[in-house]
């Protein structure tokens, strides 16, 4: 494989365990970051590390501190931290064995492809992979990695497996809060049919590839734009304005009772056209 190894250890099942390499499934390669730029020198801007009523400090007279009051922090050398760190063990043991059901989406972070790391190991992990598949199950265990220690999911992905670190409980808001004040009334059945029915006409297998990051694509052709530009000028395009704008959707009923007729109006249109083609 040509991406870098995330990871490499075994995955222990009790007595059994299995050499694996774990790969990240994700990139952030097409994000755009911007610097900034001093406008006159067309130079990079720096910061320096300054204390207020001091002024500019080295790095060596900087430590680590965590507040626990205004102005009051509790002051921490690198040996420290570095002496509480967990240790990198190369097991990942697993301890539990869930539904994916069970596991909320709010927990799941960041997804890993998990491969074994040679031909020996392929026997042990085929029959991991289709027992979890066939028992409807996800593993869970604690991934210890660059001093730190992550909560892990793991199920069977095509030939492979996919891991997915999990938030631990006191990073996941409650959001029972947010939704105190919602009605808790029951919508009428005839709003509630003219929805559903537009979900169905809109339904269709998820492919990730029929959606783009509308954002970007604008920020690449304006700086490829400004990039061949000799003037040095702003260059601002007007974009459409969203369908919508205007004023507030005030009868409910009536606009989705036009947002399923506007789908089933090109059938009838072409339905006429057919029978006028036959007529001729």
Same mark, same amino acid.
């Not at 007279?61 to 240790?87: C, N, P, R, S």
């Not at 097991?91 to 539904?99: G, R």
């Given at each position: 494989?040509?991406?870098?190894?995330?990871?490499?250890?075994? &995955?222990?099942?009790?007595?059994?365990? &299995?050499?694996?390499?774990?790969?990240?499934?994700?990139? /952030?390669?097409?994000?755009?970051?911007?610097?900034? &730029?001093?406008?006159?020198?067309?130079?990079?801007?720096?910061?320096?590390?300054?204390?207020?009523?001091?002024?500019?400090?080295?790095?060596?007279?900087? $430590?680590?501190?965590?507040?626990?009051?205004?102005?009051?922090?509790? #002051? #921490?050398?690198?040996?420290?931290?570095?002496?509480?760190?967990?240790?990198?063990?190369?097991?990942?043991?697993?301890?539990?064995?869930?539904?994916?059901?069970?596991?909320?989406?709010?927990?799941?972070?960041?997804?890993?492809?998990?491969?074994?790391?040679?031909?020996?190991?392929?026997?042990?992990?085929?029959?991991?992979?289709?027992?979890?598949?066939?028992?409807?199950?996800?593993?869970?265990?604690?991934?210890?990695?660059?001093?730190?220690?992550?909560?892990?999911?793991?199920?069977?992905?095509?030939?492979?497996?996919?891991?997915?670190?999990?938030?631990?409980?006191?990073?996941?808001?409650?959001?029972?809060?947010?939704?105190?004040?919602?009605?808790?009334?029951?919508?009428?059945?005839?709003?509630?049919?003219?929805?559903?029915?537009?979900?169905?006409?809109?339904?269709?297998?998820?492919?990730?590839?029929?959606?783009?990051?509308?954002?970007?694509?604008?920020?690449?052709?304006? $700086?490829?734009?400004?990039?061949?530009?000799?003037?040095?000028?702003?260059?601002?395009?007007?974009?459409?304005?969203?369908?919508?704008?205007?004023?507030?959707?005030?009868?409910?009923?009536?606009?989705?009772?036009?947002?399923?007729?506007?789908?089933?109006?090109?059938?009838?249109?072409?339905?006429?056209? /057919?029978?006028?083609?036959?007529?001729?």
């Amino acid at each position: 494989m040509a991406a870098r190894a995330y990871w490499q250890g075994q &995955i222990r099942l009790a007595l059994v365990s &299995i050499p694996v390499e774990i790969y990240p499934a994700s990139k /952030s390669g097409a994000k755009i970051r911007f610097n900034q &730029i001093h406008e006159p020198s067309g130079k990079r801007v720096h910061y320096e590390k300054v204390v207020p009523g001091v002024g500019p400090v080295d790095r060596d007279e900087i $430590i680590k501190g965590y507040q626990v009051a205004k102005d009051e922090y509790v #002051l #921490l050398e690198d040996e420290e931290i570095e002496a509480v760190k967990i240790e990198s063990r190369k097991t990942l043991e697993l301890v539990q064995f869930v539904d994916a059901c069970e596991i909320d989406p709010l927990y799941f972070e960041k997804p890993y492809y998990v491969a074994p790391k040679d031909d020996l190991a392929e026997e042990a992990f085929i029959v991991l992979r289709e027992a979890l598949r066939q028992t409807g199950k996800v593993a869970l265990g604690q991934l210890s990695v660059r001093g730190s220690e992550k909560l892990v999911a793991i199920k069977p992905c095509g030939k492979g497996l996919l891991l997915e670190t999990l938030r631990y409980a006191d990073e996941v808001r409650k959001g029972q809060a947010f939704f105190a004040e919602i009605d808790d009334g029951k919508p009428k059945k005839e709003l509630l049919d003219l929805a559903k029915t537009l979900i169905d006409q809109k339904s269709a297998p998820f492919d990730a590839s029929n959606y783009e990051d509308r954002y970007v694509d604008a920020l690449r052709k304006l $700086i490829d734009k400004k990039a061949k530009s000799k003037s040095g000028k702003a260059i601002i395009e007007d974009t459409d304005k969203g369908e919508g704008e205007g004023g507030n959707v005030i009868d409910l009923m009536a606009a989705l009772k036009k947002s399923v007729g506007e789908k089933k109006a090109p059938a009838k249109s072409r339905s006429k056209a /057919s029978a006028r083609k036959k007529t001729a």
